[in-house]
């Protein structure tokens, strides 16, 4: 059971870049899923998501309207792809799997599976 992450790199402020997160020994659509990022020093965040009963698709402000996520069920895969990336964006990214729950405004994430993170960064 794991979640492999790829599609990290490094890009210039504007750039675009897809990460991918394939999963293997379980069905990623039984399963809320998300993307977190943790920069140097920082508390890892959570970037984007999609809740687990309604489907719910929420972003972090800093990358509304730039960040989308999404899954492929048929590869068992779930992206997320960042355009217009900016210097803040660098960070590592972290894909994961599991329970979200919305309520109000308020994300409640148990995520059960974690991929190993893929290093971004975005050069100014």
């Known amino acids: 059971v794991q979640l492999q992450a790829s599609g990290g790199g490094l890009v210039q402020a504007g750039g675009s870049l897809k990460l991918s997160c394939a999963a293997s020994?379980?069905?990623?659509?039984?399963?809320?899923i998300a993307w977190f990022r943790q920069a140097p020093g920082k508390e890892r965040e959570g970037v984007a998501s999609i809740s687990s009963v309604d489907r719910r698709l929420d972003y972090a402000d800093s990358v509304k309207g730039r960040f989308t996520i999404s899954r492929d069920n048929a590869k068992n895969t779930m992206y997320l792809q960042m355009d217009s990336l900016k210097p803040e964006d660098t960070a590592v990214y972290y894909c994961?799997?599991?329970?979200?729950?919305?309520?109000?405004?308020?994300?409640?994430?148990?995520?059960?599976?974690w991929g190993r993170g893929t290093q971004v960064t975005v050069s100014s």
């Open positions: 020994g379980f069905l990623l659509d039984s399963y809320g």
């Open positions: 994961a799997a599991g329970s979200i729950a919305v309520v109000g405004r308020e994300l409640f994430y148990d995520m059960y599976y």
